[in-house]
C-alpha cells in the first residue's frame, strides 16, 4: 500500500470518528440542557395541558404535535456520488490487467451509482436494513508518459450489505450512526482485446446520516458512508455520499 493511500485512509476514518462524535456530544448538550430547565417550565406547561384539554372539550381542532417513530418497515431509494481512497492500489490494479509496461500517470474518477434499501424500525432509537448499491462508472485513467498516450480502464463495483442504524433523535429531523457489513463483487474492465478482472470479497461500512420526515409516512435522505473492502475487492475503498426518498409502513403509536 503506497504512503499516498495510507495518508487518505486515515484522514477518512479521523473524518468519521469526528462525525461519529459530534452528534453524541450535541445530544448529551441538549439533554442537560433540557433536565436544567424541566422544573421552571412545569407550571407553565400543566397550564397549557390544560388549555388544550379545554379545546378538545369544546370541539374544537386539536393542534397536534410530531408524533415519534415506532416500529415499522421502511422502504428507500437512492442515488449516490462515491470517490475512491485507495487510488494509487486501483490505479496499480488497472496497470496490471492492461498490460501496461511503461511509466504512466494515474488518476481515478469517481463514480455516480444507485441502490435500494429495505429496513425494519425495532425500536424508536434502533433499526436493521439490507442495502444493494452499484457505483457503475469507475474510470481509472492511465497516461503513458513515453509516448502521450492514455487508456481508460473502466470498474464497476457491487455491494450487498447488512446495517444497523441508531438514531440520536425522533423527530422530524433524525441523525442516524450506521455500521454494516456485506459482500463485494468487482469487474474490471480493460481496454483492448485484454480479459476483464472480476473479483470478490468482504466489505465493512461505517457512516452518519440524517432522515428528515416531510410527511408520516414520506421522507427525505441523506448520509456520507466509507467502505472498507477486503479480500480481492481491496482495492476499492471509497467514501459515497447519497440521497435518496423513504417510504414508510410505521404502525400507531
Do not use: C
Not at 21 to 50: F, G, M, N, R
Amino acid at each position: 500500500m503506497s504512503r499516498r493511500t495510507r495518508m487518505r485512509r486515515i484522514a477518512v476514518w479521523l473524518a468519521l470518528a469526528l462525525a461519529l462524535w459530534l452528534p453524541l456530544a450535541a445530544a448529551a448538550v441538549d439533554k442537560d440542557d433540557s433536565d436544567d430547565d424541566e422544573q421552571a417550565d412545569e407550571a407553565p406547561a400543566t397550564k397549557s395541558h390544560a388549555k388544550k384539554a379545554d379545546k378538545d372539550d369544546e370541539g374544537e381542532e386539536k393542534a397536534t404535535d410530531w408524533t415519534i417513530t415506532h416500529k415499522g418497515l421502511y422502504l428507500i431509494g437512492q442515488g449516490s456520488y462515491s470517490f475512491m481512497t485507495a487510488d494509487s492500489d486501483l490505479e496499480n490494479r488497472a496497470r496490471d490487467a492492461s498490460g501496461e509496461i511503461a511509466k504512466t500517470n494515474g488518476h481515478v474518477d469517481g463514480s455516480w451509482g444507485y441502490g435500494g434499501r429495505i429496513g425494519y424500525r425495532f425500536l424508536d432509537w434502533l433499526a436493521a436494513e439490507g442495502q444493494a448499491q452499484v457505483l457503475n462508472d469507475i474510470e481509472i485513467k492511465l497516461h503513458n508518459r513515453a509516448d502521450g498516450t492514455e487508456s481508460r480502464t473502466k470498474a464497476t463495483f457491487f455491494q450487498a450489505m447488512a446495517n444497523a442504524k441508531g438514531y440520536l433523535l425522533t423527530d422530524r429531523f433524525q441523525p442516524y450512526v450506521l455500521g454494516g457489513v456485506g459482500y463485494g463483487y468487482a469487474v474490471l474492465d480493460p481496454p483492448g482485446d485484454n480479459s476483464k478482472d472480476r473479483s470478490s470479497g468482504f466489505v465493512a461500512q461505517f457512516g452518519v446520516g440524517a432522515d428528515y420526515y416531510v410527511t408520516d409516512n414520506l421522507g427525505l435522505m441523506t448520509e456520507v458512508s466509507y467502505a472498507w473492502p477486503a479480500g480481492g475487492v481491496n482495492d476499492y475503498d471509497h467514501v459515497t455520499i447519497s440521497f435518496g426518498a423513504m417510504l414508510r409502513f410505521y404502525g400507531e403509536k
